[in-house]
């Protein structure tokens, strides 16, 4: 479906990747990987006709519908849920002539219209558009709400919701899990795994790629690599033939340096010269192996916190909230030296307050908050990259924070985080939204706290810089409470989940993927509780009409949850062998030659489950679209 031939991209004078050469077929999820700045939102730009290939071909059928996320959200005044539908092109187009003809009583051509709009799900729409809205975050009440009114954060939710609106054969998504909690990356992750088009994602989250990506494209030292299976597959295969290349570089390296010795001592023998010369041609046509730089460019820790209290800090019958809104009641809280506490809740229940409070940014409405003496706080979040000065450099900001530090050993821990050479003296305006968030984590680590709050603190950073903080976060010393929707982080770092729910604060007796069940059944509560049958709201229905007309809706409706049901199970079958192919495709041992049968069958066999998969997704799509609108009559 796309293919690329030996293309090369430049921004600017700088050459992001050469001689890329592949082809993403229909229905593949393919996950964009690499470091900040090799080029991934430039591949993206090629694919949308933004930017032309300096070198090569990329082409695609004709007419394909490519729906992506917007960066800018107008601040309009149409409602948000009007904003999603916007969307859906071709139903926006077709609601436009239908208007047309009407004021036209062109009746012929609004009965063509209204046959159109019901192949394409028309009618549906807006049961849809409000479907997505909800999966991610919005409250029935806010799909009237105008656009404008939303803050930042929730107007790149409604350019996602647009995004997923259109009936796409290509996804494009940028990092769409950055203005998510933890809930809306669950929905939107089960929701991409059943998109039946082809989807590319950029994405700094493993867990999110490892459940979505069938293929993984990888930007490194100037080369794409596709690869097949999700990210912990291309790990492996990455680390093998990275482990490859470097004993091929070391065994080249020692012909070498056996051909330079051999130079060295005969070149100057006319007995030798010739044999001398054919050598230097032959180093001269050698062609280098790359040595693999496979290093993380950050290298930090926590040094080890100074004296610390038993309790460090404690919150006593804590109520929390703004004005007279209590979001949470009753809070009681202990953090010990060595906790490690991740909090869990839907959004707007309170967890953002929660880690607020225990900074001290926020004082609770009653109860009371006691520190101890020896309480050293390292609060991380968001709106903290808003407070550094942006015409000042990393270095300036050390420098006001230790007067008493050598520029030589401030210039040496900014190198952990990657700020080399010249960066630790430019601006820090025109950093990247990665680079700000480093920068605040820098100082954080530097003030060696005892109690670390962190809000969201993998938002804009690379794999390379997340792997870096979880592994300096797992010897850490003090005491650890976190928000964040990385669950690879939650599980690496946290041994203890608080639920943040219904105004409380408990205890999670479970783990990640019963906190997924846990959501989903608070789904169908919420459900039943907002939706009441057409036959409980109808007026003058007694108890016993009641009861005939919801048990003839459930007859009527069971052949479509039946078919779903099927359909569902139909996609989790071919789902389990196709991982369980790409699974033996990502094993080395299959591509030998003593295989080649093995290798032949099993791909064979992947072809099938594909197809088999993508008819079944589309099934599974139309029992549900038809479900739905059979709940709405």
């Known amino acids: 479906m796309l293919n690329f031939k030996n293309i090369a991209l430049r921004r600017g004078p700088r050459l992001l990747f050469d001689e890329a050469s592949f082809t993403i077929h229909q229905g593949e999820k393919v996950g964009i990987t690499g470091a900040n700045g090799a080029g991934k939102s430039s591949f993206f730009a090629l694919i949308r006709d933004e930017l032309h290939p300096d070198a090569g071909d990329f082409s695609m059928p004709p007419g394909l519908e490519i729906a992506h996320v917007a960066q800018e959200t107008p601040a309009a ?31 012929l051509k609004q009965a063509e219209l209204h ?25 029935p009440a806010q799909e009237q709400a ?52 082809t989807l590319l994602l950029i994405s700094h989250d493993r867990d999110f790629l490892d ?34 290349q470097q004993a091929a570089f070391q065994k080249q390296q020692r012909e070498i340096a056996h051909i330079q010795s051999f130079i060295n001592r005969f070149k100057a023998q006319a007995t030798k010269a010739r044999q001398a010369q054919s050598r230097i041609k032959a180093l001269e046509r050698m062609e ?52 490690r506490v991740g909090l869990l809740g839907p959004n707007g229940a309170g967890k953002s307050s929660l880690i607020k409070v225990l900074a001290g940014a926020m004082a609770p409405l009653a109860g009371k908050r006691n520190e101890s003496m020896h309480l050293k706080i390292g609060y991380f979040a968001q709106h903290q990259l808003e407070q550094l000065r942006m015409e000042e450099s990393p270095l300036w900001h050390f420098q006001k924070l230790d007067p008493q530090a050598t520029e030589k050993d401030l210039r040496n821990f900014l190198g952990g985080f990657d700020f080399q050479g010249d960066k630790v003296m430019e601006p820090v305006r025109p950093f990247s939204g990665g680079e700000k968030a480093r920068l605040v984590l820098a100082l954080l680590v530097y003030q060696n706290p005892n109690l670390l709050l962190l809000d969201e603190p ?35 770092v946290t041994d203890r989940l608080l639920l943040v729910a219904d105004g409380k604060v408990e205890p999670f007796d479970g783990d990640l993927d019963d906190y997924k069940n846990w959501l989903g059944e608070q789904k169908k509560s919420e459900t039943k509780d907002t939706a009441p049958s057409d036959a409980a709201s109808a007026p003058g229905v007694n108890r016993k009409d009641q009861r005939r007309l919801e048990a003839e809706r459930r007859q009527r409706n069971k ?13 989790e079958k071919f789902h389990q062998e196709q991982r369980q192919l790409e699974q033996q495709l990502a094993d080395p041992a299959i591509y030998h030659e003593s295989e080649k049968n093995r290798l032949k069958d099993v791909m064979a066999r992947k072809t099938q ?6 008819d079944a997704e589309a099934l599974w799509l139309e029992a549900e679209e038809k479900l739905a609108a059979a709940q709405q009559d």
């Open 77 to 107: 005044e149409c409602s948000a849920i009007d904003y999603v539908m916007d969307g859906d092109r071709e139903l926006r187009r077709l609601q436009a002539e239908l208007k047309t003809a009407e004021a036209a009583h062109d009746g």
């Open 115 to 139: 046959a159109a709009l019901d192949v394409i799900g028309g009618y549906e729409a807006q049961a849809r558009a409000s479907r997505l809205m909800s999966g991610l975050g919005f409250k």
């Open 146 to 197: 105008a656009v404008g009114s939303f803050s930042g954060g929730w107007r790149m939710r409604l350019n996602l919701a647009q995004a997923l609106m259109c009936r796409s054969d290509v996804l494009l998504l940028d990092e769409p899990t950055n203005h998510l909690d933890l809930d809306a990356v669950i929905w939107l992750q089960d929701w991409l795994c059943r998109y039946p088009g």
């Open 211 to 244: 459940a979505i990506a069938d293929h993984i494209a990888h930007i490194e030292q100037g080369k794409v690599n596709l690869y097949t299976g999700n990210y912990s597959a291309f790990e492996r295969m990455r680390a093998e033939k990275l482990a490859q």
């Open 288 to 339: 280098l192996i790359a040595q693999a730089h496979v290093d993380s460019p950050f290298h930090f820790s926590f040094a080890e916190p100074g004296r610390m209290s038993n309790p460090l800090l404690t919150l006593d019958t804590a109520d929390i909230g703004y004005g007279e809104r209590i979001v949470v009641r009753k809070a009681g809280l202990s953090l010990s030296p060595g906790d």
């Open 458 to 492: 993998t938002n804009h950073l690379d794999l390379e810089m997340r792997e870096a903080l979880i592994m300096a976060l797992q010897d850490y010393q003090g005491a650890l409470i976190t928000v964040s929707h990385d669950r690879h982080l939650l599980r690496s």
């Open 559 to 571: 052949p479509l949850l039946d078919a779903l049901k099927k359909a569902e199970q139909a996609v």
């Open 609 to 614: 489950v594909d197809k088999a998969l993508e």
